[in-house]
């Protein structure tokens, strides 16, 4: 029986939030689940730009550190995710939302997976057959997954899942596009070292997510050792229909995690779906002219399996951190800096920055 911790706050501070993270955290005994002297924390780096939402926020990720500083004092611990294909954002993404300060306070290592040595590994997948995986991840003990709650274009929701994308090197992740539910399933069934996942619905993100969606305030986590059972729950509290979320059957068909005889334990009377606005392809023009392409096969393999894909990856990166941005992104931001989580979390990260896209700020 799988034990998710569903943890839900009125008051926002950065105290409170780490409080709540870490009591997630013991609510679904973490302690028995993160064992070894080396771990690999897996956050969500996915943009370099102040966007809330979008990547792993910089309390629930201290709180973890210092959870796991406590219990390992003389662990190794890396922290880490990937570069995009359309661009290489990981290091911009560190520097901004202070995730090397943070690992440099708890005696973490940084690590970019693209950047790193790796090796090519056989995989006994239903798409996969190979995998080349950073070395990294094959000597630590166990890995530990912080995913934001988010919608996304592709496959509906990106939690705990889809949070592992980011383990694929960069320059191939594009292809399995078209076959991405079974990469997912394929993906978590070979990374077993990833025993607990710390679920960031602080400030989640509805719409054409991942980067390219509305901000929403939660003041929620969850933690669980099962990912399967995580995105589940979390599909619940979204309002999505998890029978539709391809990805999530799948990974319960190899056995990665179960959706079965789920036990929700913490605020359990709080536990009230708040339905998320889902994602609509249609309405993001990167995904809906890949997939246009996609169709011509000769196109297919000139745009996405030569030298010519730095084209359309250009054009993807500035429909997203330009055009998008300029047109929506920075009216979106505004409104949350407006609230509690703007005044004490993103406006300081903003000043820091130096980011004036949002005017000053005393």
């Not at 064992?35 to 690999?40: A, H, N």
């Not at 300060?101 to 090519?120: F, H, I, T």
């Not at 999505?240 to 036990?263: Q, S, Y």
């Amino acid at each position: 029986m799988p034990k998710v911790a569903f943890v839900k706050f009125d008051v926002v501070s950065k105290e409170n939030v780490m409080e709540n993270t870490k009591r997630a955290m013991r609510l679904a005994d973490w302690e028995s689940h993160v064992k070894g002297s080396k771990i690999f924390v897996k956050i969500n780096g996915i943009a370099d730009q102040m966007i809330p939402g979008v990547s792993t926020s910089p309390w629930v990720f201290e709180a973890v550190l210092q959870e796991l500083r406590r219990k390992l004092p003389d662990a190794e611990i890396f922290v880490g995710d990937a570069d995009l294909a359309a661009y290489k954002q990981l290091h911009k993404t560190i520097k901004l939302w202070g995730y090397d300060e943070l690992s440099e306070k708890y005696g973490a290592k940084v690590v970019n997976l693209s950047n790193v040595p790796s090796r090519k590994v056989k995989v006994d997948g239903m798409v996969l057959k190979e995998l080349d995986v950073p070395d990294i991840l094959s000597e630590v003990d166990c890995i530990v997954n912080l995913p934001v709650m988010k919608t996304h274009i592709i496959t509906s929701l990106t939690i705990c899942l889809k949070n592992h994308w980011g383990l694929i090197p960069r320059g191939v992740r594009h292809n399995y596009h078209p076959v991405v539910d079974y990469v997912l399933a394929d993906l978590n069934n070979f990374f077993k070292k990833t025993t607990f996942n710390i679920i960031d619905g602080t400030v989640a993100m509805e719409g054409n997510a991942p980067k390219t969606g509305l901000p929403k305030i939660c003041n929620v986590i969850l933690a669980t050792s099962d990912r399967v059972a995580g995105d589940y729950v979390c599909s619940k509290y979204m309002g999505l229909d998890a029978e539709k979320i391809n990805h999530l059957k799948l990974a319960e068909k190899v056995g990665v995690g179960t959706t079965k005889n789920v036990e929700l334990v913490g605020d359990t009377k709080r536990f009230v779906a708040d339905p998320f606005v889902p994602a609509n392809p249609a309405g993001n023009a990167v995904y809906h002219w890949e997939r246009r392409f996609r169709k011509i096969p000769g196109l297919r393999y000139i745009m996405f399996k030569t030298p010519i894909f730095a084209i359309p990856a250009l054009l993807a990166k500035h429909y997203t951190v330009t055009w998008w941005y300029r047109r929506e992104g920075i009216q979106t931001v505004k409104k949350v800096l407006e609230t509690d989580y703007g005044k004490l979390l993103y406006i300081p990260i903003i000043k820091r920055a130096g980011i004036k896209d949002f005017g000053e700020f005393p």
